[in-house]
């Protein structure tokens, strides 16, 4: 069996830098003396989650607004996805350490929403409603034009029924769809030809894409892996599907389907949240493999 590595996949720079300032926070921690959480689990890779959580990191609810119970001296790490003004209040309120490890990339989005709130205009997010990056850039758009000033729109079907004010801007999720945010984004210009158009997608999500489409041509299948609830992990498993017929989703290599073993070409690719140690098992154990007779 020939396998294929996607030319960019795996960890992104954001994930890294989250799981780095995690395994920081547990090594300086190594006397048990501060509880370390993370708000909400800190990147959606089951694998990750269960090898920190055995070193003693906690998960917190992401959107929670009283943290009167924490034990004192608690350490709190703010995922890639960011959080509110409102959660970061109630933090510094029990006196939690906080260790920001928002991406870079989330963070400027932080601002563009609060700023051009804070000019008036109507912010419109275009990702999922439920993704903590949306609640975080939706708190601070509310932070500086109040709740009224945010809309999220998931895809054109929501934007065709959105009422588009005078003065309005649409950010990206960063992980966001960059197909579908193009068709949000001709809807409501359709609407209002003098809305502000911010394209916030990051472009480690459209270089695995763009990876995924040059490897699908040259392959058998294609095997994505990553975390089931990764929002870029699941976009890259529906561009595969669209380009390959034979491909699957797996969080580890004891999910790979076995027809998987027995094909000659097999790509592979990896969401963001996805470590590079994921990946090597999953293509050990497709080499180590005796094919069936």
Not at 21 to 37: F, M, P, T
Not at 42 to 56: D, Y
Not at 57 to 82: E, N
Not at 171 to 194: C, G, H, M
């Amino acid at each position: 069996m020939e396998i294929i590595r996607a030319r960019v996949l795996g960890f992104c720079m954001g994930v890294r830098r989250a799981v780095d300032c995690a395994e920081h926070a547990l090594a300086e921690n190594r006397d048990g003396k501060s509880a370390i959480y993370t708000l909400g689990p800190l990147i959606h890779n089951p694998s990750v989650l269960q090898e920190l959580a055995k070193r003693g990191l906690q998960v917190l609810d992401a959107v929670q607004d009283d943290f009167s119970s924490l034990p004192p001296a608690s350490v709190v790490i703010v995922r890639a996805h960011g959080t509110t003004p409102g959660v970061l209040a109630a933090l510094e309120r029990a006196q939690a350490r906080v260790v920001d490890a928002t991406c870079p990339r989330v963070h400027l989005s932080q601002r563009r929403a609060e700023e051009w709130a804070g000019k008036g205009f109507a912010v419109i997010i275009a990702g999922d409603k439920n993704h903590g990056e949306v609640t975080s850039l939706s708190g601070f758009a509310a932070k500086g034009g109040g709740a009224g000033c945010v809309s999220v729109v998931q895809d054109s079907a929501e934007a065709e029924r959105l009422v588009v004010p005078a003065q309005a801007v649409l950010i990206a999720q960063t992980t966001f769809s960059p197909l579908e945010f193009e068709r949000i984004a001709d809807v409501l210009r359709r609407k209002n030809p003098s809305i502000v158009l911010l394209n916030s997608i990051c472009p480690a999500t459209m270089e695995r894409q763009n990876a995924l489409r040059e490897l699908a041509g040259s392959v058998d299948a294609v095997l994505v892996i990553g975390g089931r609830n990764s929002a870029n992990t699941r976009r890259l498993f529906e561009t595969a599907r669209a380009l390959c017929p034979c491909c699957a989703l797996i969080e580890d290599s004891t999910q790979i389907p076995p027809q998987f073993f027995g094909l000659q070409r097999l790509g592979i690719t990896a969401g963001a949240s996805t470590p590079d140690a994921v990946i090597d098992v999953v293509e050990r154990v497709l080499r180590d493999a005796v094919p069936s007779r």
